[in-house]
């Protein structure tokens, strides 16, 4: 993963947007969570289990990066939620017993780098999950004619210029991409990459660790998944 510890410090303030909108993502995975404990698949500093806690449900965790969870414990409540530091594509080695929720938001899933860490990952998944759990998945529904290799302005603002510069491989279905922060204070550069899979694939995946598809909105808000959806929020079940 390029997802690493020189974004922890600045991962707030980048997402800022993403930690404003919280309300309904925090409402819908309560509703999926029955009385816990829940576990979050990049746990990061703490955008959505934090809120998950303070409504009172047992929070687990599994990051790769130190200092993002750092980030999280010094936040108030951020003791509160247990963490494992890892790959959570190994599920099985980092956590025990079974939730009536696991999930993984904002296309974290895609920082699984190859197809075999993605099956992997729903296959301890199902593992961990009770008989009445849930897996649920929020990520970008691929459009392949705006995955081409281009160069494009994220940020123009009168004490920086944020430039986005991606690179698209179809055959591996990776993107490698390049954050470039340009302020008078210098450069900074954040790179990343990214395995997507369609959604077809991922319910692919999600049959072979035994799971089906429960439902599947456009939003948290439960906004209907069309052909012309962007995201989506998809929830697997046991059969």
């Known amino acids: 993963m390029l997802y690493d510890d020189r974004q922890a410090s600045a991962y707030d303030a980048r997402y800022a947007d993403r930690f404003a909108e919280v309300a309904p993502i925090v409402d819908f995975l309560a509703t999926n969570a029955a ?14 289990a934090l809120p998950l806690a303070e409504r009172g449900l047992d929070v687990h965790g599994i990051d790769s990066s130190e200092a993002m969870v ?16 890892g790959d959570f594509a190994d599920v099985d080695s980092l956590v025990e017993g079974e939730y009536p929720l696991v999930f993984v938001a904002f296309n974290t899933l895609f920082e699984l780098e190859s197809q075999e860490d993605q099956v992997r990952c729903f296959a301890g998944v199902a593992r961990h999950l009770c008989p009445a759990g849930v897996f649920v998945v929020e990520a970008f529904a691929p459009d392949l004619t705006r995955l081409d290799q281009h160069l494009s302005v994220a940020l123009l603002g009168a004490d920086e210029v944020r430039l986005q510069a991606t690179r698209h491989d179809p055959l591996t279905q990776r993107v490698a991409g390049q954050s470039v922060s340009i302020t008078d204070g210098g450069v900074g550069m954040w790179p990343w990459a990214i395995r997507y899979a369609s959604v077809p694939e991922l319910d692919l995946m999600a049959r072979l ?10 939003g948290w808000a439960r906004e209907p998944f069309t052909a012309a959806s962007t995201r989506h929020v998809s929830v697997y079940e046991r059969p």
């Open 35 to 48: 009385a816990g404990p829940v576990l979050e698949l990049g746990i990061g500093t703490g955008r959505l």
């Open 70 to 85: 750092a980030r999280l414990r010094d936040k108030p409540g951020g003791d509160r939620c247990r963490v494992a530091i």
């Open 209 to 218: 660790a035994g799971l089906r598809l429960r439902e599947r909105w456009s």
